[in-house]
C-alpha cells in the first residue's frame, strides 16, 4: 500500500498556511488607516482630546499589524520561487508587473509615511501629520488594489495571448480590470472594514469593561460599532453581486458552494448538508425550496447547474462549509451591530453583557475573512489560472518531505507569533486603561 503523500498537495497546505496567515493583518490595516484618519479629521475639526486618545492607542495597532503583514508577505512570496515555478514561467509577464506594481505604488507608500505617523506629529506639525496619516489609508488601498487585480485576473482571466507556452497581456486595462475585479475588490475592502470595526469595537469594549471611562475610548467604541452596523449590510449587497459574478464565470464553485450535484430547476438553497463526493450526493440534508434559484438567478423556477455537469470541479466539502461559516459570521456580524448601535443610541453604551459580547467578536472579522478566501481559492480548483494553468502544472518538484519539513516549521512560528500577538493586543489595551482605573480610587482618597 502506497502512503506517501502527495508533495502537491503539502505546498498547497503550506501556501494555504501562509496566506491565511499573512491575509489576517491586511484584514486589519487597510481599513484601519482609514479609521486613523478619521479620528485625525474629528480632531482637526473639533479639537476634542478624545479622538487623538484614539489615534494614540490604534497607531500602535496599525503599526504592530503592519510588521506581520510585511514579514507573512515574504515569506509567501518565496514559496513562489520555490513551491511554483510554473506559475511565473507560465504567467509571470502579467503576475511580475501588477506585483511590481504594488510594491512600488502602495507598500513604499505605506512604510515611508508610517514612521511620520508614529513619531513625527510634534516635528512635522497637525497638517502634514494628517497628510502622512492619509498617504499610508491610500498606501493600504493600493496594495489591496494591485493584489486583487492579479488574484482576481487568476479567477477570470481575459486580455491576454499564448506565446510559446506564455501569457502576454494584450491590454492592461483588460487585465487589470477583468470581470471579476470590482466585485473581489469591493468584497474584500468591506471585509477589511468589518475586521478593523470589530477589533476597535471589541478591544474598547474590553477597556470599557476594565472600567476605563475615558472619551477616547468612548470614541473609538462608537465609532467600531457604528461602522460595523453600516458596512454589514452593503457587505451583504455586495456578496449578493459577487455571487452573481462567479455565478456567470465559475459556475462549478457556485455548485460546491450550494452543494448542488444535479442540474435543478428551482434549487432548493442547502442551509445545511454534508456532501458525500464518493456517492455524489449530500447526507442529512436540510433545505429550502426553491430558495437557490431565487437567490441566484432571481427566479423560483431559475436553472442551476449541478457539479455533474462539470468536468473538473472542486473539493465541494470544504467550499460549502466554508462558505456557510462566512454567511453564518456574517449574520451575526449584523445582528450584534445594530443591537450595539441601538444601545448606544438609546442609553449611551452597549450593557455590560453585550460589551462581553463584542469582546468576544473582537476577531469576528478574521474568521469570515479567512473563511471567504477558501471558498474563492479552494473554489478554483484544480486551476490555479483559471482554464489556464492547473494547479499540478505550476508545482515543482520538491520532494514531500522537504516540504513537510518547512511546513511544520511555518506552521509552529505562525502558532506563536498569532498568540503574541493576541496577547500583545489585549496587553496593550490594559496598559492604556491601567491609568484610568487607578484614577478613580485616588481622586476618591482626594476628595
Avoid: C
Avoid at 509615511?113 to 497628510?131: A, D, P, Y
Avoid at 486595462?173 to 470590482?182: A, K, Q
Wanted: net charge neutral; charged share 15%; hydrophobic share 55%.
Amino acid at each position: 500500500m502506497d502512503t506517501a503523500v502527495d508533495p502537491v498537495m503539502l505546498a498547497r497546505i503550506q501556501f494555504a498556511a501562509n496566506i491565511t496567515f499573512h491575509i489576517l493583518f491586511p484584514a486589519i490595516t487597510i481599513a484601519l488607516a482609514w479609521i486613523l484618519l478619521f479620528f485625525k479629521l474629528r480632531f482637526a475639526a473639533t479639537g476634542e482630546q478624545r479622538w487623538m486618545d484614539a489615534y494614540g492607542f490604534w497607531v500602535k495597532v496599525f503599526a504592530l499589524s503592519f510588521a506581520l503583514g510585511v514579514v507573512s508577505g515574504i515569506t509567501m512570496s518565496f514559496q513562489f520561487g520555490t513551491n511554483w515555478p510554473g506559475f511565473m514561467e507560465r504567467v509571470g509577464n502579467i503576475a511580475g508587473p501588477l506585483l511590481g506594481y504594488e510594491v512600488l505604488t502602495a507598500f513604499f507608500l505605506e512604510a515611508t509615511f508610517l514612521g511620520v505617523m508614529l513619531f513625527g506629529r510634534k516635528r512635522v506639525g497637525e497638517r502634514m501629520h494628517t497628510i502622512a496619516t492619509l498617504l499610508v489609508a491610500v498606501g493600504t488601498s493600493l496594495s489591496a488594489f494591485w493584489i486583487l487585480a492579479l488574484n482576481s485576473w487568476m479567477q477570470t482571466p481575459v486580455a491576454f495571448e499564448m506565446i510559446d507556452g506564455q501569457a502576454h497581456p494584450l491590454s492592461w486595462w483588460g487585465v487589470i480590470f477583468n470581470p471579476s475585479f470590482p466585485y473581489r475588490l469591493a468584497h474584500m475592502l468591506l471585509a477589511s472594514g468589518l475586521t478593523a470595526a470589530f477589533l476597535v469595537a471589541g478591544l474598547s469594549a474590553y477597556r470599557r469593561l476594565r472600567g476605563d471611562r475615558s472619551a477616547g475610548v468612548q470614541a473609538a467604541l462608537r465609532t467600531g460599532v457604528v461602522a460595523a452596523a453600516l458596512l454589514i449590510p452593503l457587505q451583504i449587497f455586495v456578496g449578493d453581486l459577487h455571487g452573481l459574478n462567479t455565478l456567470e464565470h465559475q459556475p462549478a464553485k457556485v455548485a460546491a458552494m450550494e452543494g448542488i450535484w444535479e442540474d435543478e430547476q428551482g434549487a432548493a438553497l442547502r442551509l445545511f448538508a454534508w456532501p458525500d463526493e464518493a456517492t455524489r450526493s449530500n447526507r442529512f440534508e436540510l433545505s429550502i425550496p426553491k430558495a437557490a434559484s431565487l437567490i441566484l438567478t432571481h427566479s423560483l423556477d431559475g436553472e442551476v447547474k449541478g457539479l455533474n455537469s462539470f468536468p473538473d470541479h472542486p473539493p465541494v466539502a470544504p467550499v460549502f462549509w466554508s462558505f456557510r461559516v462566512m454567511v453564518g459570521v456574517g449574520l451575526l456580524m449584523l445582528a450584534v451591530s445594530w443591537l450595539a448601535a441601538w444601545q448606544l443610541r438609546r442609553r449611551g453604551e452597549p450593557a455590560p453583557w453585550l460589551l462581553k459580547v463584542l469582546v468576544a467578536m473582537s476577531f469576528s472579522g478574521w474568521v469570515a475573512t479567512v473563511a471567504g478566501w477558501y471558498v474563492t481559492e479552494i473554489g478554483r480548483q484544480p486551476w490555479l489560472v483559471y482554464g489556464v494553468l492547473t494547479t499540478a502544472e505550476a508545482a515543482s518538484d520538491v520532494p514531500a518531505p522537504l516540504i513537510g519539513l518547512s511546513l511544520s516549521a511555518y506552521l509552529t512560528v505562525y502558532v506563536v507569533l498569532l498568540l503574541a500577538y493576541v496577547s500583545v493586543l489585549f496587553h496593550m489595551a490594559r496598559k492604556a486603561s491601567q491609568p484610568h482605573v487607578d484614577a478613580a480610587p485616588a481622586a476618591a482618597q482626594e476628595a
